[in-house]
């Protein structure tokens, strides 16, 4: 009997799931409180495996105009929603190798992505639609934003967008991906549970799956650090 409740919800979020992730959603689903050892027990009888996340590809960062210091300090915790941000910018590939990006900023105290923008180009419009729609959707807020030193987040124009915000500004060291951790975690899972599994022909189709996704992992994808919820779910918690 949980052997098939397993096998269902792991072909109905398309293997994307782990164990821990099988035994929070069947918990809830259940009402049951399933052992994460007996759940991996179960999926290893039955040749269920998560999908594994690839390596990313690392770029040559240009030389900045501005530079902020590393604020964030790997303090990727928040006591209120709009406290912290971090943002990147990732590249997607479809049809014949053409190119997309994707610029999204992530809200530490939930890890809800606030905003996100897909465009054919990775330049500086990219990033400050981004950051327009984040500021639109949580008007009144002054959050702390961490970045790499990537060349829209060190440019002047972006610093005088900062500070129009009231917005203090906070960059990773050189070298160090893992001073901007939880936006890189979330390029992880973005990639593994949906681009890696499909083949995309067109911008649109990629589009929509980002569209997809993204509602996806903000309602439904439950978090063991969120306590069992939705970053949405968390979030709402507070309000």
Not at 122 to 136: Q, W
């Amino acid at each position: 009997m949980l052997t098939r409740e397993i096998v269902e919800l792991y072909e109905e979020v398309h293997g994307i799931y782990g164990y821990r992730r099988i035994m929070m959603n069947l918990n809830r689903r259940l009402g049951k409180t399933f052992n994460h050892k007996r759940i991996y027990r179960l999926m290893k009888l039955s040749g269920l495996q998560s999908v594994i996340r690839r390596k990313k590809n690392r770029y040559i960062k240009s030389k900045p105009q501005h530079v902020a210091e590393n604020l964030l300090n790997r303090q990727f915790t928040a006591t209120n929603s709009n406290e912290k941000w971090v943002t990147d910018v990732t590249e997607f590939k479809y049809g014949n190798s053409q190119k997309a990006y994707l610029s999204a900023i992530l809200d530490l105290y939930d890890k809800s992505i606030v905003a996100y923008v897909l465009g054919h180009s990775n330049n500086n419009n990219l990033v400050f639609k981004t950051l327009d729609i984040a500021l639109r959707v949580s008007p009144g807020t002054s959050p702390m934003i961490h970045s790499d030193r990537g060349f829209q987040y060190t440019s002047y124009e972006f610093k005088r967008k900062l500070d129009a915000a009231g917005m203090m500004q906070s960059m990773s060291r050189v070298g160090r991906c893992i001073d901007n951790g939880p936006m890189e975690g979330f390029w992880g899972i973005l990639k593994s549970e949906k681009y890696y599994l499909h083949k995309y022909n067109t911008y649109d189709e990629l589009s929509n799956a980002i569209d997809e996704y993204v509602i996806f992992y903000n309602n439904e994808r439950l978090q063991k650090r969120l306590n069992g919820l939705s970053p949405i779910e968390y979030r709402a918690l507070a309000a």
